[in-house]
Structures are given as structure tokens and as C-alpha cells.
């Protein structure tokens, strides 16, 4: 289940100044607001992901970089505020100003091969420092490049495709609808198939701005026992030492649905399932206060939530945050339904009210972030889309997270397994080296439960073990 370490492999990335690309042709030069989803101050950060492409015959002779070059180029003529810059107004509302400066483009070549990054494809990655270099001064949100792309060729004949956006710009969907097209016009197309869709009025509060719901996401943390931690005050402190993914197959899923009776799986989806039980996992391994409060926080998109659903095309922040809690004794002494009862409800609060209201919030609060004390993230990429970007030389061989953000989070990553030959999920790790060490073993201790004996003994014992 979890990814063979590539900690030896070493490498050397052979990189050309960075380079600014701007739209082939003249854009509008206007101001453009986001919208007051988009700006929230959870969302001010960059965002790094990777797509890996083997050799294709087909290709011989031509070069990726100068391919993935041209078309950026004439992609942004589309995407034009992707090439601006972002300006803060009063009370921090951000703008785009669409000054067409261009975003950062980086060649570079590696003296390794696909294979030398393993059978199986899977984060983390080693070096990825140096296949998405961080170009000095670049990763600022405010007046800086909203893009940066580094297109690196492998001695293979292959090619990596890193990049990093600011998030406030767009979120995985987005970021996908603009890599798409970028790969739809590498390919000859003369414009993208799906138009891009501004519209980020769509997405503001209200007026006059009404908070309707209850959004735990933005609620400290009440808990007294915040100082009686067994080992460590909150999640976001730890020293995040070891990266690991676990891949999740037909197997594993079926043996976490052995945990949860019957009757009780209705209408819980694999996310759910996966969800709860890496939270509880987590939690079990880092040995906190039974009486401290532990929070999970999920992202839920809404683009089909709304009536009408939101126009196609459209590429900014469509999603919600929404947060299950419990305290630490309560989550690791139950069964696993008792984690999947709340994340499930914590799903279900996200409606189109639930979205109005969340945008009125952060007007009200004036752009909140999140209070990071005990929170595990996680966010479901499956659906995003990065497994079907094709420049030209065939769908990525990986695509997805580069890794795990060393904020607690984690992402599930559709993965096709070739030394298991299934399809399955894999979902990056990162913690403490003997938090890890704890975390795997709960893991593989409920993943080898092989039958409903014993699940229930697992489940008889665990309120004295713990």
C-alpha cells in the first residue's frame, strides 16, 4: 500500500533563465474582480502539481518545450487575466489587472530517465525542487506571475510538466479547463473547446450580506485541553518529517467497508469512506489528549450545486470548505461509522445557501482565514481531470499532487497501479517520522482485517487499547 521510497535517486535538472510568456496576441487591458470566494485569505497561497509524460514515436522531432511554449502563448489570448496581475483594493478585495506581463515559463533538461522514478509513479517525488524551481521572487499573491511552468525533458525522450498557480485565480477544475486548453491548441486547435467563463460576480456576497449557516471551518477552537497534548499543541506545529503514499486498490476499499454495517453504507461514497478513516488514522497516531477537539476539512464543489448550475466554462474557486469535528477520545474509541456519520453530515451542509452564506461571511469577517489548530485537510482530485491532459504525446503517465503540503493535508489522486495492474486511489502522507511509523501501522492493522469476526473483535478492543 504505501509507495516504495526514491530517496537515492539524484539528479541533475539543467534549467535556462525563466522567461516571461505573454498572450500571442494584444488583450484587454482592464481591472477584474474575484470573487469573494476566490479572495478569502485560506486561498492566498500557491499551489504546485505535476504531470509526467512518457516517449512517443509519434513525436519524433518534436521538441515539448518549444510545443508547450508556442501554445501557452496563444492559450493566454483566452485566458488573458491568467496573465495579469493581482492588486488589492480596500478592505483586501482583490483585483486582477490584466496588464498582460505574462506568466513564467521555465526549459530545462534532466539526465534521468522515466523508469529511474519507479514502476509506479506515484508521490512524493524526489528533487521536485528542482523540476518546479522556485524562481526568486515569484511566489508572492500580490503583484507577482499568477502562473509558473517549468517543462522539463527526460533522457528517455520523455518530459515532466510542473506547475505552480496562485490559487486565488481558479481551483483544480479550473487550473485543469486552462492546462486542457493549452494542450487542445498544442495539438492545432485554434481555440480552446470549452470558452473560458469570468463571471466572478456569481460568486459574491449578497446585499446586504446575511450569514444563514453554521460554517465550523471558521470557528476556533473551544477546547480547554490545548496544552495537554500527549505529544505535540496542534497539527500545523509538528515537525513534518516523512512523506509517504499509500495507494488505496478494489481490496483496500472493500476491507474498509467491512467496517461499517450494512445498513449504514448507504449513501456514503468512497471519499467518505477513505476521509474518515485517514482522520481517524491520523489522530490514533498522534497521540493527542482524548479530550481535545480534532477537526477534519474537506472541499465539496458546487459548481452543479447552484440553480441554475454555474455556466460551463466558468474557472475560478467553485468550492466549499466544510469541516467535521469531534474530540480525539471520541473519534479514535469508536468504530470507523462513528467518523463517517460525521463527515458525511458535514457533506450534506453544502448547499447553494450554504455557498450565499459562506460568501456573506467573508465579507462580514472581512476575509477570514482558518484556524489551523488540530486540522487534517484533505481534497478529492479524482475528478479534476489531470489524468486526461495530452499535449500531443499521450495521457500523463502520472498526474496529479506533487506531494503532500506540509500543512497536514492530503489529496486523493486517481492512480493506475502497474505493479498491482488495477486502478485504484493513492493519497500522500506527510508527518512526523514516529507519527508515520503509527499512522501505517493502524493502517495496515484495519486494511488486513479480513473478515466481519474480525472486524468486530477490532472493534470490541479498541476502547481498551486506546
Known amino acids: 500500500m504505501a509507495a516504495p ?9 539543467r534549467r535556462r533563465e525563466p522567461e516571461l510568456i505573454a498572450p500571442a496576441n494584444p488583450t484587454p487591458r482592464e481591472l477584474k474582480q474575484l470573487s469573494d470566494i476566490d479572495d478569502q485569505a485560506g486561498l492566498r497561497f500557491q499551489i504546485p502539481s505535476v504531470l509526467f509524460y512518457r516517449h512517443s514515436p509519434s513525436m519524433n522531432g518534436r521538441d515539448p518545450v518549444r510545443v508547450i511554449r508556442e501554445a501557452l502563448a496563444k492559450t493566454l489570448v483566452f485566458y488573458y487575466p491568467l496573465a495579469g496581475r493581482l492588486r488589492e483594493g480596500p478592505a483586501g478585495k482583490l483585483s486582477v489587472d490584466c496588464t498582460g506581463e505574462g506568466v513564467l515559463f521555465i526549459e530545462a533538461d534532466a539526465d534521468v530517465t522515466l523508469e529511474q522514478f519507479g514502476e509506479d509513479l506515484q508521490p ?16 508572492g499573491i500580490i503583484d507577482s506571475p499568477l502562473l509558473l511552468i517549468q517543462v522539463t525533458r527526460l533522457k528517455c525522450g520523455g518530459f515532466i510538466f510542473a506547475n505552480r498557480v496562485n490559487h486565488t485565480m481558479c481551483d483544480a477544475a479550473g487550473l485543469i479547463q486552462f492546462i486542457t486548453a493549452v494542450a487542445e491548441i498544442a495539438r492545432s486547435a485554434c481555440a480552446p473547446s ?18 444563514t449557516c453554521t460554517h465550523h471551518e471558521f470557528e476556533l477552537s473551544t477546547n480547554e485541553a490545548n496544552t495537554k497534548d500527549i505529544t505535540n499543541p496542534t497539527f500545523t506545529t509538528l515537525s513534518l518529517e516523512a512523506h509517504r503514499s499509500f495507494f488505496f486498490g478494489p481490496a483496500e476499499v472493500s476491507a474498509l467497508q467491512r467496517m461499517v454495517p450494512d445498513p449504514q453504507q448507504e449513501g456514503y461514497s468512497t471519499f467518505d469512506l477513505l476521509t474518515a478513516f485517514l482522520w481517524r488514522c491520523l489522530t490514533i497516531a498522534l497521540h493527542l489528549n482524548p479530550e481535545a477537539e480534532v477537526r477534519v476539512i474537506m472541499n465539496v464543489n458546487t459548481r452543479s450545486k447552484f440553480n441554475p448550475p454555474l455556466p460551463t466554462g466558468y474557472y475560478g474557486n467553485a468550492f466549499a470548505y466544510t469541516t467535521a469535528h469531534s474530540t480525539a477520545g471520541k473519534l479514535c474509541s469508536n468504530p470507523l461509522e462513528y467518523a463517517l456519520g460525521l463527515v458525511k453530515r458535514a457533506k450534506g451542509n453544502v448547499t447553494e445557501e450554504y455557498m450565499r452564506s459562506l460568501a456573506d461571511l467573508l465579507v462580514i469577517r472581512g476575509r477570514p482565514g482558518f484556524p489551523m489548530d488540530r486540522i487534517y485537510g484533505i481534497s478529492d482530485l479524482r475528478y479534476a481531470g489531470f489524468g486526461g491532459v495530452d499535449f500531443g504525446w499521450g495521457k500523463p503517465a502520472y498526474g496529479g499532487v506533487a506531494g503532500s503540503i506540509p500543512s497536514m493535508a492530503s489529496f486523493l489522486v486517481p492512480f493506475k497501479s502497474n505493479v498491482r495492474g488495477e486502478k485504484g486511489i493513492v493519497v500522500p502522507v506527510c508527518l512526523p517520522i514516529h507519527a508515520m511509523e503509527r499512522f501505517s501501522k493502524e493502517l495496515e492493522s484495519v486494511l488486513n482485517l479480513s473478515d466481519i469476526k474480525s472486524v468486530q473483535k477490532y472493534n470490541s478492543t479498541i476502547k481498551s487499547a486506546l
Open 5 to 13: 521510497a526514491l530517496a537515492s535517486l539524484v539528479f541533475t535538472v
Open 124 to 139: 512524493p517525488f524526489p528533487c521536485f525542487e528542482q523540476l518546479l524551481y522556485d524562481v526568486p521572487g515569484s511566489g
Open 194 to 211: 470549452v470558452p473560458p467563463v469570468w463571471r466572478r460576480e456569481l460568486l459574491n456576497a449578497r446585499n446586504p450580506p446575511r450569514i
